[in-house]
């Protein structure tokens, strides 16, 4: 929301303080030392757990071979693992808080933290190599290379009477100091500056340096200045690149201001500054602070989870898939087993890096692209938030389709069919695709995109196909909703829904997960979505020429959505010149949706899907690719609104009947995911047990049928539930309901 908000603190409250350290564990954030008035420092430890809102004073224990730390300010405080380490600072040598004698510091301390809450104490490792020299308002970073775990801390810059620019690393396993020999251009001397590190670059911003170019002042009493400068330090190669020079114009303001005293925070790869102040105003003998709020994107968001199916229709899905952090829309594509005609004569490029739809559209995305002139590191850009709104409604029709043909015999326990809609596949190959005249762009696909779950949120469907009886054909559309424990509504029921545990119960569904398809690599260029309500005049690089594969796959834009869903009824359809991927160029136009011709979904139609995050540096990779089937015409929809309530012995299901039931409902059925050899042998296979068969819309599951249930952990721990209904042709689609367990166990008999 980008709005600042002010929480009811309460607790031991910490006095107002500058320059102090702080650090953020989990839901708990640690501040210590600091500035309390001037001439006096503190060296007081606070703990905020900010889940609560709850301060609480700690006390840790004193070194076994030395003193606590002495009160001092703008020393170094950094976190690893559960450990902090404090580095430095300035203390007052003086008794007299107003006289001030400053005393600048080089000790080093490390606190060992306890789980969750509350600390140990304070101890003095021994280390060896050279200290770095005394200093305060530098910057200390703790990195760990993926393939080399030796975990190290790294200081730069600081003050102790001139600002410095020299760069130490610890090595925290085997308490060594050394000083690395860094490659390209230092930034210059700085203090009150800030360094963050995302992935394997440390980031520096802002502070103090010299009034002079060429950064050689070192007396005390040189003339010094704020600075906007940003630079990024490879800890992999300890080469330093520089971003935004000292010297850069900024006269459109697109760039953070010159600052020294600000924070910034990384979050996933977008880097946050806030405030700080802009430096000394000798006519207003004070201090300029700055309000905005500014951030960047480093690189290009991870690939989103698979695309989750809500509810199918004849004509249309309710998609979602999990957030990803720190982004400005998604772009949905689709896929149609069915061939969709080229359209000729309208302008257009081919699949686009990513597009901004019109409000009348039904998507928009507006963003403030505030982009870095002139810098070498091309998978940047940096954002206002504060002015932008970031608006996309969510009223585009996109379109999935889910079958559901059933011909089922009804001394079969489950609806014995494949649940197409929860089809959710890596396609290696080109299995089940018809062939294409044209290629398709799919981007490599990031190995840790896995699915994950919110609590009370709609969960992640794996593919799942059903293993039907011999004597059963048939396809059901499977819709599926997460309920929580804590916030199930509450519905009584005194229906019992006790059922056999005969071999025609038990469904088989097949889980499969193939490698993902590398057709090429993206390339990192930036996109700029631009501000704007209905224009598209915005640019985007388009993707280079891609290896074609013998099935060829073509892929259509449904649209940029701001949020995590999407209801698909129609796609854009692409000009016939622009589906050879060849054809497009190098900065060519993304194009104009509103000049596209838009193609319903089909009944009885499989339709793939995959999705990209957006951020300032552009689309990033696609998901992995899911598969669904819209409805056949004259089956009942899905049950909906479901709600469970636990009792001692027993839990309630309780549905609503479906919206379109396309004749008179005979019956439902309820089935439960249920333990069994096939699941030990392939942990993606689940296996149903019909619990209910009946015309209410309620039944209860006894603690004996709960016992036999499997509790699946591809996502949060859940048992999971599904609910059908059947009219005259047979069963329709059902839907799925994952009961979160957070820490509940399910007792095995």
């Known amino acids: 929301t980008n709005q600042w908000f002010l929480p009811a603190v309460r607790g031991d409250i910490p006095p107002g303080c500058a320059a102090h350290g ?16 001037y001439g006096r420092y503190s060296n007081d430890l606070y703990e905020l757990q900010a889940s609560r809102w709850l301060w609480k ?3 840790p224990q004193a070194p076994s071979n030395g003193s606590p730390p002495c009160p001092r300010l703008g020393h170094s405080f950094s976190l690893y693992g559960n450990k902090c380490y404090l580095f430095g600072g300035l203390a007052n040598e003086s008794e007299d808080s107003n006289n001030n004698v400053p005393r600048y510091l080089n000790d080093f301390y490390e606190l060992e933290l306890q789980h969750g809450s509350g600390v140990v104490g304070w101890s003095i490792p021994v280390t060896k190599g050279i200290l770095p020299s005394p200093r305060e308002s530098h910057t200390a970073i703790v990195y760990c290379r993926k393939d080399v775990g030796s975990p190290k801390m790294y200081i730069f810059g600081g003050m102790c009477g001139c600002r410095l620019n020299d760069l130490w690393e610890l090595d925290i396993e085997t308490m060594t100091w050394s000083r690395p020999e860094t490659k390209g251009t230092v930034p210059l001397p700085r203090s009150l500056h800030t ?14 340096v010299p009034q002079s170019a060429g950064g050689e002042i070192s007396a005390p009493d040189g003339e010094w200045k704020c600075t906007g400068s940003f630079s990024y330090l490879n800890l992999d190669t300890t080469e330093w690149i520089g971003l935004i020079s000292d010297c850069q114009e900024d006269k459109s303001n697109l760039l953070p201001g010159p600052r020294a005293g600000h924070c910034a925070v990384a979050v996933g790869t977008r880097l946050y500054i806030w405030s700080g102040r802009d430096g000394y105003r000798k006519a207003w003998n004070n201090q300029v602070c700055c309000k905005d709020l500014w951030y960047l994107d480093t690189e290009r968001p991870l690939a989103p989870s698979q695309v989750q199916l809500i509810r199918a229709t004849t004509n249309s899905f309710q998609l979602k898939w999990d957030e990803v952090p720190t982004v400005e829309g998604y772009l949905l594509q689709l896929h149609a087993d069915s061939p969709v005609p080229p359209v000729a004569g309208i302008p257009g490029t081919g699949v686009p890096e990513a597009s901004v739809l019109s409000s009348q559209g039904g998507c928009s995305l507006h963003q403030n692209p ?5 810098v070498p590191y091309p998978e940047m850009k940096v954002d206002h938030p504060s002015q932008t709104n970031n608006l996309i409604p969510n009223n585009v029709q996109v379109s999935l389709s889910s079958n559901s043909k059933v011909e089922g015999k009804e001394k079969v ?14 396609h290696a190959d080109a299995t089940g695709f018809k062939e294409s005249s044209a290629p398709s762009l799919l981007p490599v696909c990031t190995s840790s995109a896995q699915t994950s779950a919110n609590v009370g949120e709609l969960h992640d469907l794996d593919k799942q196909t059903v293993n039907p009886d011999a004597s059963v054909s048939s396809t059901v559309s499977s819709t599926q ?3 929580t424990q804590q916030a199930v509504k509450t519905e009584s029921s005194s229906t019992n829904g006790a059922v056999v545990k005969d071999e025609t119960s038990l469904t088989t569904f097949n889980s499969k997960s193939e490698a993902a398809e590398t057709a090429y690599v993206m390339p990192s260029a930036r996109v700029n979505t631009g501000q704007t309500n209905d224009s598209h005049s915005s640019r985007a690089p388009q993707r280079p020429p891609a290896p074609v594969k013998a099935r060829d796959r073509r892929w259509y834009d449904v649209g940029i959505f701001k949020n995590n869903s999407a209801v698909v009824s ?3 359809l ?3 010149e622009t589906l050879n991927i060849n054809s497009k160029t190098e900065g060519a136009d993304v194009p104009d949706y509103r000049l596209l011709k838009k193609q319903d979904l089909f009944p009885g139609t499989v339709y793939r899907f995959r999705v990209a995050a957006i951020n300032g540096c552009g689309v990033g990779p696609f998901s992995k690719i899911s598969e669904f089937k819209t409805c056949i015409p004259g089956f009942p929809g899905a049950p909906s609104t479901v709600k469970i309530t636990k009792s001692v012995d027993c839990i309630h299901l309780s549905w609503e009947p479906p919206a379109s039931p396309s004749g008179n409902i005979l019956e439902y059925s309820a089935y439960l995911a249920i333990r069994s050899t096939q699941l030990q042998e392939n942990p993606s296979q689940l296996v149903f047990m019909r619990i209910y068969c009946g015309l209410k819309t309620s039944c209860i599951v006894t603690a004996a049928q709960l016992s036999n249930a499997h509790v699946d952990y591809t996502s949060r721990p859940a048992i999971v539930f599904r609910i059908s209904a059947k009219n005259e042709r047979g069963y329709g689609p059902a839907t799925q309901v994952r009961w979160l367990q957070g820490k509940v166990t399910v007792t095995h008999s």
């Open 22 to 37: 702080f650090v953020c564990d989990g839901t708990r954030i640690l501040v210590f030392g600091g500035m309390v008035e």
């Open 574 to 576: 692409l000009p016939e």
């Open 413 to 426: 326990a489950a609806p014995e069919n494949k649940v197409t809609q929860e089809t959710m596949k890596n």
């Open 570 to 572: 129609q796609f854009y």
């Open 481 to 483: 909703t997460m309920v």
């Open 195 to 208: 360094a963050n590190v995302i992935g394997n670059k440390m980031y520096v911003f802002g502070g103090w």
């Open 57 to 59: 004073k700690v006390k």
């Open 370 to 374: 505030q982009s870095l002139p002139s």
